[in-house]
């Protein structure tokens, strides 16, 4: 391969690599920031068995608020009151496996029912950031506690008797790397006033751009039940620029920019070779022309 071959080489193989590199540069520094924001919301979805999953529950005045799949659509103080249901008149309608509650109930009956309680959720990330560096943890954590007031999502369940509910918690996370594992997870002991906390360390894919799922399930024990929990987590590079994208222009104004400068450097090279040659010719031509008139003098004498 002579030295011009191989110049042209080294060009092509620039001209090929440059854009890649700048690519990967430019994706990675728009990848270097994302904002990072979590928004909890309850699916109010139910694994376990079937049948009549309604009951009665009744506030200190007699009003029924009827819970189904121990979610009541009730915000206001707690307890609601689970009384026994030989103490109620209820009506089965044939065409309805649950059976009819009476809307409102004396007071004093109502009150000596099980008291029910709010078993409450958040999740939250750990130190409240704007933004987290790509490749960067986070913490999550999950908190869960028995409340005095029901709020809109709040699960409605009686503490057992030994004072505390048993919760198992759990993640659906695929874009994210997590620990600690569901496998290692250990359940929580939830007690009225005291409310306990679940921590999960997350780093995002470097896929994990734009608006993410996550979904935690929370179990407990005593009601044998399942709720799934939504967490929608949105991240994004903070210069409002898609990386890929970015990365992508970059890449073909790099390729257009090179081959533009491919070009033109070769089109200066054959300019440059072609005036060389000109420059030899009309050099051998004069060489020729003195060695003829020599050969003419000679032949002279």
């Known amino acids: 391969m002579t030295r011009k071959n191989y110049g042209g080489v080294v060009k092509l193989a620039v001209v090929i690599a440059l854009p890649i590199i700048v690519y990967m540069l430019v994706t990675q520094f728009f990848l270097s ?64 496996m649950c059976p009819v509650y009476p809307d409102k109930i004396s007071p004093s009956i109502a009150v000596t029912g099980e008291k029910i309680y709010p078993l409450h959720f958040t999740v939250n990330e ?34 057992p008797p030994h004072g505390y509910e048993t919760v198992a918690l759990s993640l659906q996370a695929p874009s994210f790397d997590y620990e600690p594992t569901n496998e290692v997870l250990a359940p929580l002991e939830v007690s009225l006033g005291f409310p306990t906390e679940q921590r999960w360390v997350l780093s995002p894919e470097a896929s ?4 993410q799922t996550i979904i935690m399930t929370a179990k407990t024990d005593w009601a044998n039940a399942s709720w ?13 620029v898609d990386p890929k994208l970015a990365g992508k222009i970059a890449f ?41 008139n020599r050969r003419q003098k000679t032949k002279k004498k």
């Open 126 to 159: 750990a130190d409240n950031r704007k933004s987290v560096l790509s490749g960067e943890s986070f913490v999550l954590i999950a908190k869960a506690e028995f409340t005095d007031y029901f709020g809109e999502d709040d699960l409605a369940l009686s503490i």
């Open 208 to 211: 994990a751009i734009g608006d």
């Open 252 to 292: 073909i104004f790099t390729t257009i920019g090179g081959l533009v400068t491919f070009f033109f450097s070769n089109i200066s090279d054959y300019l440059s070779i072609k005036k060389m040659k000109k420059e030899l010719d009309a050099e051998n031509k004069e060489k020729g022309r003195k060695t003829q």
């Open 33 to 96: 920031r994302q904002t990072l924001s979590v928004d909890l919301s309850y699916m109010g979805y139910q694994q376990g068995g079937g049948g009549c999953r309604s009951y009665p529950l009744y506030d200190q005045d007699g009003v029924l608020y009827e819970a189904m799949f121990w979610h009541v659509e009730y915000t206001g103080p707690a307890p609601l009151y689970s009384p026994d249901l030989a103490l109620l008149n209820t009506v089965i309608s044939p065409n309805d």
């Open 228 to 240: 799934l929990y939504q967490l929608d987590l949105k991240i994004e590079s903070i210069y409002g």
